[in-house]
């Protein structure tokens, strides 16, 4: 795990650390000094802490004006144990969403297992933004994680699974992929109503 690296095509366009508004604001990283890790496993140092023992982030790109974020994880999503939603939750997207951010894009390619809980802080996540036309959706979760997850009725709150699988994103402009999904994810909810 330690050579998996956060995309970096977008470093150009945006900086977690260089956006006064993001969590991870003035943070300084080392390319040779490995300290985080999932279990025993040293993870690359590019990777954000945000309270987690777990599951790290990235931040790879916000886009205040048009409300959305992208984010990658990287690790076990562990809300038996650890209650990473909670972490998530509330020292990263609730950060975002006092700056207006109401789309959150969350890239779960690097998320191996998933381990669920209680479903208050997705719904509690989910309520901050819904009347703001806003969603979260997970990218290109395994397949074992979507079941997970839907198990634990998180599908009420987020999207996850199918359609929202093989997302190429690293393909194009952020803008881009979230436009997509944002036209996939009102196409669902209209097909609900």
């Known amino acids: 795990m330690h050579d998996i690296e956060p995309w970096w095509g ?4 945006y900086s977690a650390e260089e956006d006064k508004k993001s969590p991870f604001h003035g943070r300084k990283y080392s390319e040779f000094s490995f300290s985080n890790k999932v279990y025993n496993y040293l993870i690359h140092p590019q990777w954000d802490y945000f309270g987690s023992e777990t599951l790290y982030a990235k931040i790879l790109f916000v886009d205040y004006r048009l409300h959305f974020a992208i984010i990658e994880l990287i690790g076990e999503w562990n809300d038996a144990l650890y209650n990473d939603i909670m972490f998530l939750k509330t020292k990263l997207a609730d950060r975002l969403t006092d700056h207006k951010i109401s789309k959150f ?9 998933f381990h669920g809980e209680d479903d208050c802080y997705y719904e509690e996540w989910y309520d901050d933004i819904k009347d703001d036309r806003g969603w979260i959706c997970l990218l290109n979760t395994y397949e074992h994680v979507s079941v997970e997850m839907q198990k634990h009725r998180l599908h009420y ?10 997302i190429n994103w690293r393909g194009q402009k952020p803008i881009y992929t979230i436009q997509a999904l944002d036209k996939m ?7 609900l109503t």
């Open 10 to 13: 977008w470093r150009d366009e």
């Open 105 to 113: 894009a969350i890239i779960c390619e690097n998320v191996m297992n």
């Open 157 to 166: 709150y987020i999207n996850v699974g199918e359609p929202y699988n093989n």
């Open 185 to 191: 994810i009102n196409k669902s909810y209209k097909q």
